[in-house]
């Protein structure tokens, strides 16, 4: 398995300002995805993070709002730019290490937007 | 468009019960099958990974179960502790390894 470190772990921000959200890995993995799990909801992908290049958004997500860069194999983040009340959610990224082996999440970062 | 449903919502028993989650989905092209749980204020922990080819797959106290035709998993908790309570999700793999999440089972065992 591998072990995921997210920071921060929460944050209360104001509306209207972005932040940056870091997702370390202790070894080299395959994939790398972010979720957001809104209150009272279940996770939704927002993207995946691809090693060098651009990351692929899903249905509902783009880019100005949700930045990612993935500069290597370990490390990726995650910006929520301009943010609003509604972007109040929890957010984690998960690794795959191998395919057909568990998928791992860290353990998310908690934003309120004031 | 996959869709994932977990049933019941919410599940409150004594210790020492067996119980069983239940999970299905819409579209039987899944790769595997995950399930996980989180605690309140917490990340996932990955439970049991049942590959599409395997049918069961057990851990513990846990036993999950997969039918790909019918599109069903069950997740058996055998001997229930107030340990074990905590939102329990189930996720299918897609393509290129996305998960597509129920919305959690929230189990509560009380003493």
């Known amino acids: 398995s591998a072990v995921i470190s997210q920071k921060p772990s929460r944050d209360i921000c104001q509306r209207g300002t972005s932040l940056t959200i870091q997702c370390q890995v202790d070894?080299?993995?395959?994939?790398m995805f972010w979720y957001r799990q809104q209150p009272g909801q279940s996770l939704t992908l927002i993207a995946t993070?691809?090693?060098?290049?651009?990351?692929?958004?899903e249905s509902g997500f783009v880019i100005d709002k949700f930045p990612i860069s993935r500069p290597n194999l370990t490390f990726s983040t995650l910006t929520v730019s301009n943010m609003s009340p509604e972007d109040s959610s929890i957010y984690l990224c998960?690794?795959?290490?191998?395919?057909?082996?568990?998928?791992?999440f860290g353990d998310g970062t908690r934003l309120s937007i004031l | 468009k996959q869709e994932v449903t977990q049933i019941p919502a919410a599940l409150s028993v004594p210790e020492g019960e067996n119980l069983v989650l239940n999970c299905s989905f819409t579209?039987?092209?899944?790769?595997?099958l995950q399930w996980f749980r989180q605690d309140p204020g917490k990340g996932l922990t990955s439970l049991l990974l049942?590959?599409?080819?395997?049918r069961e797959q057990t851990s513990g106290r846990l036993n999950a179960s997969l039918d790909k035709s019918s599109g069903r998993s069950t997740l058996y908790i055998a001997a229930s502790q107030p340990g074990d309570s905590a939102t329990y999700l189930c996720?299918?793999?897609?393509?290129?390894?996305?998960?597509?999440f129920g919305k959690g089972t929230l189990l509560t065992v009380n003493p």
């Open positions: 996720a299918v793999w897609g393509s290129n390894y996305k998960l597509t």
């Open positions: 998960s690794v795959v290490v191998e395919s057909n082996q568990p998928q791992h």
């Open positions: 993070a691809n090693q060098g290049s651009e990351a692929t958004y």
């Open positions: 579209d039987s092209a899944i790769y595997n």
């Open positions: 070894s080299q993995v395959t994939m």
């Open positions: 049942i590959q599409s080819s395997q």
